[in-house]
């Protein structure tokens, strides 16, 4: 099993309307957990943390955490072309030293 | 504030062949990871210090691999000798550090690296 699992995608949604990523993972005191997106050809960037259950907002994105069942969503909200791109879930594991793993990304697709 | 510096941003080698990578992380950031990203999947660790001190390098190709952070600031990775697998983009990131509430981890522009 892997430690983080998302799935690959391609996620096709129209210009406005709502993506919903996911991502489980496999070690239960994992305690941090990040959402980054990746546009082809750049390094990954940091787009919401969240470290607790329950929602958090950003403005078009929310993070959804819940330990209990082990997973951690990202919801797009109002959809743009300018979000296309490969959105990585990372889980971060403090009492392994911060040892911080990534799933393997989602790649999601906009269309006007 | 300034981010994290790598380089350099592209290098082709031939494979048996020497290189290395060099990375500054942000000021005051304790933990410095290294990640290989192959083309279409996630970065994957390859080595994690703390300081200048190694927390994490379970999936480092030691045969091969060989990272540093000396002073606890700069870090080098260097492969020898290449091969052609070893073609990949090679992350470098950096967070405040394990004794911080706050883990979030941001990255370098990465170093493409092609063998052939």
């Known amino acids: 099993q892997k430690e983080v699992e998302q799935n690959s995608g391609p996620l096709s949604v129209p210009e406005g309307a709502i993506a919903s990523l996911n991502c489980t993972y496999s070690?239960?005191?994992?305690?941090?957990f990040f959402w980054y997106r990746q546009y082809s050809g750049k390094s990954p960037e940091l787009i919401m943390s969240?470290?607790?259950?329950g929602d958090k907002e950003d403005g078009r994105f929310t993070a959804q955490l819940n330990k209990a069942s082990q997973y951690v969503s990202l919801l797009i909200r109002d959809s743009q072309p300018s979000d296309s791109a490969t959105y990585l879930c990372?889980?971060?594991?403090?009492?392994?030293?911060?040892?911080?793993?990534f799933g393997g990304g989602t790649r999601v697709l906009v269309k006007p | 504030e300034a981010g994290v510096a790598q380089s350099p941003r592209y290098k082709i080698i031939e494979k048996r062949q020497s290189v290395a990578f060099w990375c500054n992380p942000i000021?005051?950031?304790?933990?410095l990871y290294w990640y290989q990203q192959i083309l279409g999947q996630g970065p994957k660790l390859l080595i994690q210090?703390?300081?200048?001190?190694?927390?994490?390098d379970s999936q480092l190709p030691k045969d091969r691999f060989s990272a540093e952070r000396l002073k606890g600031v700069d870090s080098t990775l260097k492969i020898q000798p290449a091969k052609l697998e070893d073609s990949a983009v090679y992350l470098c990131?950096?967070?405040?550090?394990?004794?911080?509430?706050?883990?979030?981890?941001?990255f370098g522009q990465g170093t493409r690296l092609t063998v052939v």
């Open positions: 969240i470290y607790s259950n």
């Open positions: 990372a889980v971060n594991r403090k009492a392994a030293g911060n040892k911080l793993t």
């Open positions: 990131a950096s967070s405040l550090g394990r004794f911080s509430r706050n883990t979030e981890a941001f």
């Open positions: 070690d239960r005191v994992s305690q941090s």
């Open positions: 000021s005051g950031h304790a933990t």
């Open positions: 210090f703390q300081n200048n001190g190694v927390v994490d």
